[in-house]
């Protein structure tokens, strides 16, 4: 799963979907991308991608990232040594004022884990 061109190929792959007519398809691979390779520019890519197909075909469901995907996002982030697209994901999460309770207390350990892989330890609280 951590393979340097995994995305990259998953993103021709889907590309590959669009061109075939399959956009329905297409769309759900380019949300997976931008899930799993958050902060990577093939994720970007697949997000402008994504954009492009709703545009073009209305069967296609861009992705409102609920708090828990959110909290994923950053967990796959940091898995993958991305620790400023983890942080922004979580920055973003914390700025949410209806964010409950229970998940900014979540949000705010995976905050922490993060500054402490970066080694930032003004920031691990």
Request: glycine content about 4%.
């Amino acid at each position: 799963p951590n393979h340097p061109t995994l995305a990259a190929l998953q993103l021709d792959r889907a590309r590959l979907m669009v061109r075939e007519g399959r956009a329905k398809d297409a769309g759900a691979a380019f949300a997976a991308i931008s899930f799993e390779h958050a902060g990577s520019v093939e994720a970007a890519q697949a997000a402008n991608d994504l954009a492009a197909l709703k545009a073009i075909a209305q069967s296609v469901v861009v992705p409102n990232w609920t708090q828990d995907q959110q909290l994923d996002r950053a967990q796959l982030a940091r898995a993958q040594r991305r620790y400023d697209a983890s942080r922004g994901i979580l920055d973003e999460l914390l700025a949410r004022p209806e964010l409950s309770g229970m998940r900014r207390a979540q949000a705010l350990a995976s905050l922490s884990w993060t500054a402490y892989k970066q080694r930032d330890w003004a920031r691990c609280v």
